[in-house]
C-alpha cells in the first residue's frame, strides 16, 4: 500500500533531550516535507526536500533539523527540544516540486515536551 | 509572498442544510489551490483541487480570481462531512520552479444531525 509512515504516533520527552521522529515514503517521491499543526494557525511547513541531499527552510524552522540521506527517508530532529516544541506534526511527500502535485501526509505525531 | 485565510474557526450546520466553507487568499501570480480534509483519527488528505474542476463527495470549488477566493461548497451536508478542512495554494516560492505549499488555519465543521 502506497503510504506515508511517521514513528512514533506518540511521545512524551523532557526539555533537552534530543529526539528523532522518522518519516517514509514508499512512493518513490522527490518533494518531502515536514509541518507542525497547532491550533489557530493551522499548518506551518518547517522544512521541506526537493530530492536527495537538498533541503532548504520552510516557514518556522528555528530548532529543527532534517536531512534526506535516502530518497525515501526524511527525519526530523529536534536536538535539544522545548515545550514551545510542543504540537502535532505531520510528514508529507508529493511526486515532484510542481505546483499542482498532491502532498500525501503521514498519520501525525503528536509531541509533548515538558 | 503567498497567504491563505479561512476567516471560520468553526462552522456548524444542520443535516441536509447548503454549507461554505471559505477561504481568500493572496497571491501575485496563477496559483493552484486545494482543499484538503482531515476526518477524526485519519490522516490528512486532499479533497480536490481546481485545477482538476471536479466534484468529491458533493462538494464543489471555484477559483475567483477577481475575488481571490476558493470557497468550497456543498448544497446538503451529511453528518459524515464533520472534519477539520484545509485551503491550500501552491505557488512559486521567491521565483523559484517549485510549489510552495501554504496552508490557512483551518475550519472546524460541525453537521448536526
Known amino acids: 500500500e502506497a503510504q506515508v509512515t511517521q514513528n512514533p504516533r506518540y511521545l512524551i520527552t523532557v526539555t533537552g533531550k534530543k529526539l528523532t521522529v522518522t518519516c517514509s515514503q514508499n512512493?518513490?517521491?522527490?518533494?518531502m516535507s515536514w509541518y507542525r499543526q497547532d491550533p489557530g494557525l493551522g499548518l506551518r511547513q518547517i522544512y521541506y526536500s526537493m530530492n536527495v541531499e537538498v533541503t532548504d527552510k520552510g516557514d518556522v524552522p528555528e530548532g529543527y533539523k532534517v536531512s534526506r540521506k535516502e530518497k525515501r527517508n526524511f527525519p526530523l530532529i529536534l536536538e535539544s527540544p522545548s515545550p514551545n516544541q510542543t504540537s502535532l506534526y505531520f510528514c508529507?511527500?508529493?511526486?515532484?516540486?510542481?505546483?499542482?502535485?498532491?502532498?500525501?501526509f503521514g498519520a501525525g505525531t503528536r509531541l509533548s515536551v515538558l | 509572498a503567498q497567504r491563505v485565510t479561512q476567516p471560520e474557526k468553526l462552522l456548524s450546520v444542520f443535516k441536509g442544510a447548503p454549507v461554505e466553507l471559505k477561504c481568500n487568499y493572496s497571491?501575485?501570480?496563477?496559483?493552484?489551490l486545494f482543499w484538503y480534509v482531515q476526518y477524526s483519527r485519519q490522516r490528512l488528505q486532499l479533497l480536490l483541487r481546481h485545477i482538476s474542476r471536479e466534484s468529491i463527495k458533493g462538494f464543489t470549488a471555484d477559483l475567483n480570481k477577481g475575488e481571490t477566493s476558493f470557497h468550497l461548497k456543498k448544497p446538503f451536508a451529511q453528518e459524515e462531512d464533520s472534519a477539520m478542512y484545509y485551503c491550500a495554494l501552491s505557488g512559486n516560492a521567491g521565483g523559484t520552479s517549485y510549489g510552495k505549499l501554504t496552508f490557512g488555519q483551518g475550519t472546524i465543521l460541525t453537521v448536526h444531525p
Open positions: 497571491y501575485s501570480g496563477s496559483p493552484e
Open positions: 508529507a511527500s508529493s511526486l515532484s516540486k510542481s505546483l499542482g502535485d498532491i502532498q500525501y
Open positions: 512512493m518513490n517521491h522527490e518533494y
